[in-house]
């Protein structure tokens, strides 16, 4: 990759970024079947499923969210 691209960087935070996406696939889970338990009326899970968005969204807003590179001007 060096030889083809002197300035390619490899990327040194792939764990975490792993470990977001690990954490953001159960966000998306969550977030799609919150809905459903509360059409269900399934109140035990919609307390479970809730408390566990909600948590996760702060882990995610933290970091991820604020370790986003800022968006350049057009």
């Not at 691209?5 to 970024?17: A, G, I, R, T, V």
């Not at 470990?19 to 035990?44: D, K």
């Amino acid at each position: 990759m060096l030889q083809e691209d002197p300035s390619f960087q490899p990327n040194h935070e792939m764990l975490k970024d792993w470990v977001n996406v690990v954490v953001g696939i159960v966000w998306q889970l969550c977030l799609t079947s919150l809905p459903i338990f509360i059409v269900l009326r399934s109140w035990e899970w919609v307390g479970g499923v809730g408390a566990t968005l909600a948590v996760l969204s702060v882990f995610l807003k933290f970091n991820w969210y604020d370790k986003l590179p800022a968006a350049e001007a057009t």
